[in-house]
């Protein structure tokens, strides 16, 4: 492995921030609990409600002083990439330096792209294009562009985000297209429903590509989305990680939830994780399954009964 994975190992939440007084709550907690970030998701048109990423994360990064804020992930294909490009830098000044965008193309609901006017089938070709559109805006000089989707002369973004050349830019996805993009163009990966072994064989295939594009990044982000449950019986982490799963993406998950999640007793959950971090998770994304108040619950055990088990690894 060439890419320069890191050593520290960090936890984060996934979550949803709909109310002003929930992003003061959650933000606390986290801080209490010493988790490293906070993460929403995106979605023009979804199962369930849900907000404007980036607005969620301007918000929380004015709630705390040290969490990292980060989408996983955001549609990019679906905005236009000089929109994108001025969103994120503001973001990453408000936030002063404490956002990662984490990017990916979609594709599951085809409606919403109807909605953008975007064609579902484009949406890889645009993310690539877009990423490259977004970084040169960034650098707060005057640019061009001329490629298949934008075409500008000479267009001054200003200021230059916050972070020295942009907030990182991670990519999700799991098919071969998605990670020789994340090897080529990305400063990390951001995996989701995959086992350590498939997280595994992934990052080889990114660490591929980005030898054949001849990159050296000085350091390569690593994280995964975890489905987590915690209970003192696997059977019924299962059955309620099934449950809510089947809801929030409108199908049967049942299988998915055993293959993929993170389920059972401090234990069972913290052996889980292990595998994933000897596969080459450094950031762990935790979605804690449950109601607002179940999730809290679950953030406690797992700073106090979890992340114990996993000391050695930090």
Not at 148 to 159: G, L
Not at 209 to 219: D, M, N, V, Y
Not at 224 to 237: N, Q
């Amino acid at each position: 492995m060439s890419l320069p994975l890191d050593d520290t190992i960090r936890f984060g939440l996934m979550t949803r921030l709909p109310t002003r007084e929930l992003t003061r709550t959650t933000t606390a907690l986290l801080e209490e609990l010493g988790f490293d970030s906070v993460w929403v998701g995106d979605h023009i048109a979804f199962t369930t409600p849900l907000l404007d990423p980036l607005l969620q994360l301007a918000q929380a990064a004015a709630f705390t002083e040290t969490l990292t804020v980060g989408t996983s992930v955001y549609l990019m294909p679906l905005r236009p990439a000089a929109a994108v490009a001025k969103q994120t830098s503001s973001l990453d000044h408000l936030s002063e330096g404490r956002f990662i965008f984490g990017v990916g193309v979609g594709g599951e609901f085809p409606r919403e792209f109807d909605a953008c006017g975007v064609p579902v089938k484009e949406r890889g070709a645009r993310l690539t294009e877009g990423m490259e559109v977004v970084r040169k805006l960034w650098g707060g000089e005057p640019v061009s562009h001329h490629g298949r989707f934008w075409n500008f002369d000479d267009v001054h973004m200003q200021p230059a985000a916050y972070t020295n050349g942009g907030p990182p830019m991670w990519c999700g996805g799991r098919s071969d297209a998605a990670l020789r993009r994340a090897g080529r163009l990305a400063d990390g990966w951001i995996s989701y429903v995959v086992t350590p072994e498939q997280f595994a064989d992934g990052l080889a295939k990114i660490d591929a590509a980005a030898t054949t594009a001849k990159r050296t990044p000085a350091s390569f982000g690593t994280a995964h989305l975890l489905f987590t449950r915690i209970d003192d019986s696997y059977d019924t982490a299962l059955d309620d990680a099934s449950d809510l799963l089947s809801k929030r993406y409108a199908m049967d998950f049942r299988k998915a939830a055993a293959r993929y999640a993170a389920l059972g007793d401090p234990a069972a959950v913290a052996e889980t994780l292990r595998k994933f971090h000897a596969a080459g998770v450094r950031t762990f994304i935790l979605d804690m399954l449950g109601t607002v108040e179940e999730r809290d619950i679950q953030l406690r055990r797992f700073a106090t009964e979890v992340r114990p088990l996993l000391a050695d690894l930090a």
